[in-house]
């Protein structure tokens, strides 16, 4: 059976893109969530750092995840990551131990 791929993505802008930053991943909601494999794709702000953004995310499993990453939409914004970003994506996975 395959496990269902959990992550919350860790996104911080540099300090003078973080409009722009907040548009680029707004930007990524809709498309994804139209995959066929994506389960949830949710973007939150730090409310005590701002431009500090994380996207809880799952697809119904790895390839998902992987098929997500490979999308023109997904290409597009990681295109953009050098100009808007302070640091690379953190990307935690995320495995459920309580329900």
């Known amino acids: 059976m395959n496990k269902e791929f959990k992550s919350v993505a ?3 802008s ?3 893109k973080r409009e722009k930053l907040k548009h680029a991943l ?4 809709d498309p994804t969530r139209n995959e066929a494999g994506c389960i949830y794709y949710i973007l939150f ?3 005590n750092v701002p431009g500090t953004f994380y996207m809880w995310e799952a697809f119904k499993d790895d390839k998902a995840f992987e098929f997500h990453t ?3 939409h997904f290409k597009n914004f990681t295109d953009q990551m050098d100009e808007l970003m302070s640091d690379p994506i953190q ?7 309580s329900e």
């Open 26 to 29: 707004q930007q990524l909601i």
């Open 70 to 72: 490979q999308t023109e």
């Open 45 to 47: 702000e730090d409310k």
């Open 14 to 16: 540099k300090p003078e």
């Open 91 to 97: 990307l935690i996975e995320l495995e459920k131990i």
């Open 10 to 12: 860790v996104l911080k």
